[in-house]
């Protein structure tokens, strides 16, 4: 296992003093790269360019162990301006009533049940609309000051995201033989004569 910091910092700055935070911190921006996520561009005077900033938590196991340091480059949604940097940002979620459903249902059927936690799931859903964000705090390009980044795909803290990534699933899902339950919308079903598979959607959780 890779080794982690046992100590949440309480700013940017003490975390930059840890190598295994400094180490989450550019793994976050890798996955920009890796995900076309983002790209340079030279700032004019009409952009309503979005603030970023970062988010840094340890992640912990069942047992409370701290299994990683987690570093996420968040947007602050709370400067876009609706109708121009977001539209729709209705998105379903799961209610834990029906959670608890598919669980006793799971248990009575013999099903097995698998849970699985989509890592940066909104870094893989497309944005339809025109949003710039400024470049991460304390990793801004010294050779472009005046740049700032557009967006090509979500961050977290954008109000559109959510409703972007379920989208971009459920399509996904609906491609590959499922069927959205009538009732409850973020649940898909697909059977065959000898299998019945069920997803059970909760933003970046499924089960």
């Known amino acids: 296992m890779d080794f982690v910091s046992q100590i949440e910092p309480k700013s940017i700055c003490v975390a930059l003093k840890d190598e295994n935070w400094v180490a989450a911190m550019h793994d976050e921006l890798n996955q920009f790269t890796r995900n076309y996520v983002l ?3 030279l700032k004019i005077d009409c952009m309503n360019v979005i603030g970023t900033k970062w988010v840094i938590r340890n992640k912990l196991d069942e047992y409370g162990v701290i299994t990683r340091n987690k570093s996420r480059l968040v947007a602050k949604g709370y400067n876009q301006e609706e109708g121009i940097d977001y539209d729709e940002t209705f998105a379903l979620v799961a209610r834990i009533e029906v959670v608890r459903l598919l669980l006793a249902f799971a248990s009575m059927s013999g099903f097995k049940l698998f849970q699985m936690d989509v890592k940066s799931a909104f870094l893989n859903e497309f944005i339809n609309e025109e949003v710039y964000v400024s470049q991460p705090p ?3 390009d010294h050779q472009h000051p005046n740049h700032v980044y557009k967006l090509k795909k979500a961050l977290y803290g954008l109000k ?3 409703r972007q990534w379920y989208e971009r699933l459920s399509n996904f899902l609906l491609s590959h033989g499922h069927e959205r339950d009538k009732i409850d919308k973020i649940l898909f ?3 065959s004569k000898s299998f019945i598979i069920l997803a059970q959607i909760y933003v970046d959780d499924i089960c």
Do not use: C, N
């Open 39 to 41: 790209f340079h561009v």
């Open 138 to 140: 304390i990793f801004e």
């Open 160 to 162: 559109q995201a959510p």
């Open 189 to 191: 079903i697909k059977k």
